[in-house]
C-alpha cells in the first residue's frame, strides 16, 4: 500500500485514507483523486473567504456581502496560505500519478507566490482609472449579480447597504499606502472622481432625474420576477434608501478623501519611486510573466520585435498600392472615414453586429484549428456608459461554471474613432474566439483537475494565447482584407511597444510624455487611444508585458514541435496540448509540449 500523506492532519485523516487491500493502480488513482479532493477543500476555504468569488462562481452563499479588504482580513488570509502550504507539503506525491503531481507542485508554488506578494501589498493602487472598489461596486452588481427571487433582490439590497463599509476599508487601505508614498500619479484623480459622479448621478441620487445606472439594474431585474405590484414597489423603495443612505454616503467621502488627495499627487509615472520600487518591479515581472526575464532583456525583445512587424506593414503596404513611408500609412489608416463606423447608435450597433458575425464564422471554423471546443456559449456587450470613458478597448468575462451567465466579449465604444474597423477581427478573435472565450471556457470545463487551476490564471498564458489567438485564424485564410491583416499587425506592434513603454516607465524612468512619444512614432493607433493605454500601463506595472512574452512562448514551442515531429505534427493535437491543463506558468507549458513531442516519437 502507498502512502497518500506522510504526516496527516488528524481532520482530513478520515478524507485522505487509503484502502490497504487496493492495487497499486487503483491506490494510485485513488491517492490522486483525494490528493485533488485536498486541493478543492482548501481552495474553496479560500473561496468561502471571498463574497465576491463564490457570487463569480455561480454561488449564492454571502451574497449581500463584498469582500472584507481590512487588514485583519489581510492577515487572516496570510496565515491560511501558510497553513494550506504546510497541508499539501506533507502529500507523498510519489504516491500520485503526473496530473495530480502537477496540481500539488503548483498549488503549492502559487501558495509561495502569495506569501511572496504580502511584502508588496501596499504597491498598488487601490483606486484608479481602470479598476477599482468604487467602479466594482456597479459593474459587480450589473453583470455579477444575477435576480432570480425575491432572497436574490433583497440580497442586492444588502449589498448596496455594506458599500459603506466597504468604502469605509478602501480609505483605510489608500491612507496607509499614502502613509508609506505610494500615491496615483496626478492624471489619475480626474478620471476616477468623475466616475464616482456618474456612478452617482440620476435617480434616486437626484429626485427627478431619469434612473441611474444602478438603479436602472435593479429595476430591470425584480420587473421580471413577476412579484405583485405591492411588493415589488416596496423593493424599489428599500433599494432607493439604501442607496442614498449607504451607498451616497460611502461615495462622497471617497471624492472627498481623494480631491484632497488630488492635491499631494505628482507627475511621477513609474514604480521606481516606490519604497523599494525596483525590487517591486523586478517582482512584479517575475509574477507576471512567469520566467526570469529582467526588465533590460524585456526592453531589448520589444525592440526586436517594433522592427520585424513594421517590416511585415510595409509589405501590406504595398499589396493596397500604397504610396508613402510607413508614417504616412499610419496617418492613412488612422484617419480616413472609410476605416471607421460613425459615432453615432446606429454606428455602434453596427459595429457590435460585424463582430458577433466575424465570431460566428470563426466558430464554423474551429474544426480545422481545435479538437476540444468550449461548450459555454458567447455573447458581446457594449461597455456599460459608467464606465466607458476609463475602461480599456476590449476585455473579455468569464461565464458562470453552472451556466448561469454567458462568456462575454466586451467591446468599449465610448469613441468610434478608438475601435477601427481594421482592427475589428483581430480583436474579436483574441477576446472571443479563438481567444479568452475558449482557452477559459476549456479550463473551465476539464475534468479531473482541482478547482483553482481551473478558475485560476497566470497572465502569460492567458494574454499570450489570445494574442496568439489572433494570428492562428490567418493560416486557415481569414483576414481576407489586407486591411484587417494590417489591423492584426497593428494590434501586435502595440504588444511589443508595451515591452517597451512598461519596462521604459517603470525601469528606466521614463515620463508619461516620453511613453508617448514613443507610442506615437511606432503605432498607427489615435493620440486619444495611445494616451489612455500609457495610462494603463502606468497604474498596472508589467501587466502589459504578458502579451507579447507569452505568445513568443508558445510560438517558439509550436516551431520547436513541427521541427521535431516533421510530417507527424498536428496542429489541433498541439493546441489540444497548449490547452489540456488549463492556465499554467510557461516552464510547465515547455514542460508539457516537450512531453508530448517525446511521446509522439516514441508512437
Known amino acids: 500500500m502507498t502512502r497518500f500523506l506522510k504526516t496527516i492532519p488528524l481532520a482530513l485523516g478520515a478524507i485522505l485514507f487509503l484502502c490497504a487491500c487496493a492495487t497499486k493502480t487503483t491506490d494510485r488513482a485513488l491517492a490522486s483523486e483525494q490528493a485533488i479532493a485536498l486541493l478543492d477543500s482548501l481552495f474553496m476555504e479560500q473561496v468561502r473567504l471571498s463574497p465576491q468569488s463564490m457570487a463569480y462562481l455561480g454561488m449564492r452563499e454571502r451574497y449581500d456581502e463584498w469582500d472584507d479588504i481590512s487588514e485583519a482580513s489581510s492577515q487572516r488570509s496570510l496565515e491560511m496560505t501558510r497553513r494550506h502550504i504546510a497541508t499539501v507539503r506533507a502529500i507523498d506525491t510519489s ?15 502559487q501558495a509561495k507566490l502569495t506569501l511572496d506578494a504580502h511584502q508588496w501589498r501596499y504597491h498598488t493602487y487601490p483606486v484608479n482609472q481602470m479598476f477599482g472598489v468604487h467602479s466594482m461596486v456597479p459593474s459587480f452588481l450589473i453583470n455579477q449579480h444575477l435576480i432570480v427571487n425575491r432572497q436574490d433582490a433583497q440580497a442586492y439590497i444588502g449589498r448596496i447597504k455594506n458599500t459603506s463599509r466597504l468604502i469605509e476599508q478602501l480609505l483605510e487601505q489608500l491612507k496607509i499606502r499614502e502613509a508609506k508614498g505610494i500615491i496615483p500619479p496626478r492624471f489619475v484623480f480626474p478620471l476616477v472622481l468623475e466616475s464616482i459622479e456618474n456612478i452617482t448621478s440620476g435617480a434616486p441620487f437626484k429626485p427627478g432625474d431619469k434612473d441611474g445606472t444602478i438603479l436602472a439594474d435593479f429595476r430591470a431585474k425584480i420587473a ?20 442614498v443612505t449607504h451607498l ?11 480631491s484632497m488627495q488630488q492635491g499631494r499627487a505628482d507627475n511621477r509615472d513609474g514604480v521606481w519611486k516606490f519604497p523599494d ?34 517590416d511585415e506593414m510595409r509589405t501590406i503596404m ?8 510607413l508614417k504616412a500609412f499610419f496617418d492613412f489608416t488612422r484617419n480616413d472615414e472609410q476605416f471607421y463606423y460613425p459615432d453615432t447608435s446606429s454606428g455602434r450597433q453596427a459595429y457590435l453586429d460585424r463582430v458577433t458575425a466575424v465570431i460566428d464564422n470563426m466558430q464554423s471554423r474551429l474544426d480545422e484549428l481545435f479538437i476540444t471546443k468550449p461548450k459555454a456559449t458567447l455573447q458581446v456587450k457594449a461597455v456599460e456608459p459608467f464606465r466607458e470613458a476609463s475602461a480599456g478597448q476590449a476585455f473579455y468575462q468569464s461565464p458562470a461554471p453552472d451556466g448561469s451567465r454567458p462568456g462575454t466579449y466586451f467591446a468599449n465604444l465610448y469613441r468610434m474613432s478608438d475601435m477601427a474597423i481594421y482592427q475589428l477581427e483581430a480583436l474579436a478573435y483574441h477576446e472571443g474566439l479563438p481567444g479568452h472565450h475558449m482557452q477559459i471556457s476549456i ?19 492567458i494574454e499570450g494565447w489570445g494574442l496568439y489567438s489572433e494570428l492562428v485564424p490567418k493560416e486557415i485564410g481569414l483576414y481576407e482584407d489586407p486591411y484587417s491583416d494590417f489591423g492584426r499587425l497593428s494590434g501586435e506592434l502595440y504588444r511589443a511597444c508595451r515591452l517597451v513603454v512598461d519596462t521604459g516607465i517603470h525601469a528606466k524612468r521614463w515620463t508619461r510624455q516620453q511613453a ?16 489612455r493605454q500609457i495610462e494603463r500601463y502606468i497604474v498596472m506595472p508589467s501587466q502589459a508585458t504578458a502579451y507579447k512574452i507569452g505568445m513568443l512562448k508558445i510560438q517558439q514551442l509550436r516551431t520547436d ?10 496542429i489541433r493535437q498541439f493546441h489540444d496540448v497548449v490547452l489540456k491543463d488549463g492556465s499554467v506558468p510557461l516552464s510547465v507549458l515547455e514542460d508539457n509540449v516537450n512531453a508530448w513531442i517525446a511521446d509522439s516519437l516514441v508512437h
Open 95 to 109: 504516491a500520485l500519478d503526473p496530473s495530480a503531481q502537477l496540481s500539488v507542485k503548483m498549488f503549492i508554488e
Open 224 to 243: 421580471v420576477l413577476k412579484l405583485a405590484d405591492a411588493e415589488q414597489q416596496q423593493l424599489l423603495t428599500d433599494a432607493q434608501t439604501a442607496m
Open 248 to 258: 451616497e454616503t460611502g461615495y462622497r467621502k471617497l471624492h472627498h478623501y481623494l
Open 277 to 310: 520600487g525596483e525590487a517591486f518591479y523586478n517582482f512584479a515581472l517575475q509574477r507576471t510573466t512567469t520566467t526570469n526575464l529582467g526588465a533590460d532583456e524585456i526592453h531589448q525583445i520589444g525592440i526586436a520585435e517594433v522592427q520585424r512587424i513594421q
Open 318 to 325: 504595398k499589396t493596397v498600392n500604397f504610396v508613402g513611408d
Open 443 to 461: 479550463a473551465q470545463e476539464l475534468k479531473n483537475l482541482p478547482k483553482f487551476r481551473l478558475f485560476g490564471g497566470h497572465t502569460a498564458f
Open 516 to 531: 508617448l512619444n514613443y507610442m506615437a512614432a511606432n503605432v498607427p493607433h489615435s493620440q486619444s487611444y495611445n494616451v
Open 561 to 570: 514541435a513541427a521541427e521535431a515531429l516533421g510530417s507527424k505534427f498536428d
